[in-house]
């Protein structure tokens, strides 16, 4: 069943508790894969997403029906993942091994996760995937962050501002110069050693 958001926000605000099981599952994956790029740890990102849907329960009174429900449900990992982050800042490097290795193209028994792939093809995919997180690691936090709600999250210039707390246009002049960053990034001629 498709149902649109605010179909399942009305249910939810006529007492459907199955309504917010729904909401779960729509927002569960990109939240996720969103809390994994600002905090790096597949555990963390865990504890975030748990904490952004127990935080959007206890405060779903508060949330306003004229705004975006996404562009609301990503503030709270966003700020949620931020003070996740600010506790850990003591973290020593070494902790953070494994960093970006669930990127790997295999699942946990071995198995290829696309059958479809050919190996070369797996191979090329990880390497441009790790080629642009590197290239997104030399952004700053918040134009890699915008960058990906636009394009990962196919959130709007508009929903982005919002989570943020940012000016519309702060947000799309911030988005122009991280992709003429990343353009100049990608063009520039590399020097072997």
Partial sequence: MNENETELLD??????LNAFEQIVKRYIDPLYRFALRLTRS?????????????????????????????????????????????????????????????????????????????????FERAEKNNMLDEMLHKLSPEEAEILHLYFSEDMTFREVSEMLSKPLETIKSKHRRALAKLKKLLTAPKLDN
């Fill in 42 to 122: 597949p555990r963390d990102a865990e504890d975030v997403v748990q904490e952004t849907f127990l935080k959007a329960w206890k405060n779903m009174s508060h949330f306003k029906r004229e705004q975006s429900f996404k562009s609301w449900i990503f503030s709270i990992t966003h700020n949620s993942a931020m003070d996740m982050l600010r506790k850990r800042r003591t973290t020593t490097f070494s902790e953070m091994s494994g960093v970006g290795e669930d990127n790997v193209p295999f699942d946990e028994s071995g198995a290829m996760k696309d059958d479809e792939l050919l190996p070369d093809e797996v």
């Fill in 11 to 16: 249910r939810h605000f006529a007492g459907d």
